[in-house]
């Protein structure tokens, strides 16, 4: 059995969760390519993602790519999946993957199943679990077609290494004649020395911190833990931090190894967006906040006592 992976770029190297789709496929088989797209790789970190379990990179080296074009990216991996004779395509579930997973789906007419939260159970078929309801539940796919299609959630397996390199080769892909899919017209990037969408570790906080003039404590626990900073969706309404921190159903998704939530009531909205985090560990001084039913830790206190001493502890380990 083939599989191919479509993997994103972070700053010239790897998506974590690119990385976890990549070792996801190398336990379904052994042959694992993968598909990288854009100048903003080298043939260097290409060839490493052999640690996770690539056997062949394909690499699209060319600049139309440097944006997120999925419907390029799409006819790229379905005339890779054809010449490779694919039976499985596997993504990160991000933004940019779901999508690009959909529309290969249509053009290869493959079965989809998407925010994949484990490997696949073979017995009777081929089922995979996914996640529902913004996290809320979950449900069982059969997936009949023979090409199918996995886009992975983060988390849904743990990470770990190979030896060996993987051998990286050129793909041609003919753009059209309009030059692509998207124009351009500006960038502005998120702030900030880790990326929310990449942390493996976020510190949140609400309104429990009364004011902006507040938020340094929080600065200074995400820098000992070389953490992303976060917040609540009141408290990017009220423009105390940056729109880009607010997680949550209408903001950012968020994944991490560990999130810290200070001074938050933990509403359903903000839930939806943290739900897929490993480990969450919540600082309020309601014992009676919603985000408790939701921890795995929680300290029951005023975060003006807790989180100061916390990060002292923290510093001294």
Wanted: glycine letters at 10%; hydrophobic letters at 45%.
């Amino acid at each position: 059995m083939s599989v191919i992976v479509f993997v994103e770029n972070s700053e010239g190297g790897i998506k974590g969760v690119s990385a976890e789709a990549i070792l996801y496929a190398r336990k379904l088989s052994e042959e694992v390519n993968v598909l990288a797209v854009g100048t903003k790789w080298s043939g260097d970190v290409l060839a490493e993602l052999g640690k996770y379990g690539a056997k062949k990179v394909w690499w699209v080296n060319d600049p139309i790519f440097d944006h997120a074009d999925s419907m390029a990216i799409a006819d790229v991996l379905k005339d890779l999946s054809g010449s490779n004779e694919a039976d499985i395509i596997v993504v990160a579930h991000t933004s940019l993957g779901a999508s690009v997973a959909a529309l290969v789906s249509v053009k290869i007419q493959a079965g989809l199943a998407t925010s994949v939260t484990g490997l696949p159970d073979t017995a009777d078929g081929f089922v995979v679990e996914r996640s529902i309801f913004t996290g809320k539940a979950f449900e069982k796919v059969k997936l009949l077609k023979d090409k199918k299609i996995l886009a992975i959630k983060k988390n849904a397996v743990s990470m770990m290494t190979y030896d060996g390199t993987a051998t990286v080769s050129d793909f041609k892909y003919s753009p059209p004649a309009s030059g692509g899919n998207i124009n351009v017209t500006g960038e502005e990037k998120m702030e900030g020395d880790i990326l929310l969408s990449d942390a493996e570790i976020v510190v949140s906080a609400g309104r429990g911190l009364k004011g902006p003039e507040n938020w340094g404590m929080i600065e200074d626990l995400a820098k000992t833990l070389k953490a992303a900073t976060a917040c609540s969706k009141p408290v990017s309404d009220m423009e105390w931090r940056p729109h880009h921190e607010h997680v949550g159903q209408t903001g950012i998704k968020v994944a991490p190894q560990l999130y810290i939530a200070v001074g938050i009531s933990g509403a359903i909205q903000h839930l939806a967006g943290v739900n897929s985090s490993k480990c969450i560990v919540v600082i309020n001084k309601d014992p009676e906040a919603p985000f408790f039913k939701e921890a795995d830790y929680g300290i029951v206190g005023d975060a003006f006592e807790v989180v100061p001493k916390l990060n002292e502890a923290l510093k001294k380990r």
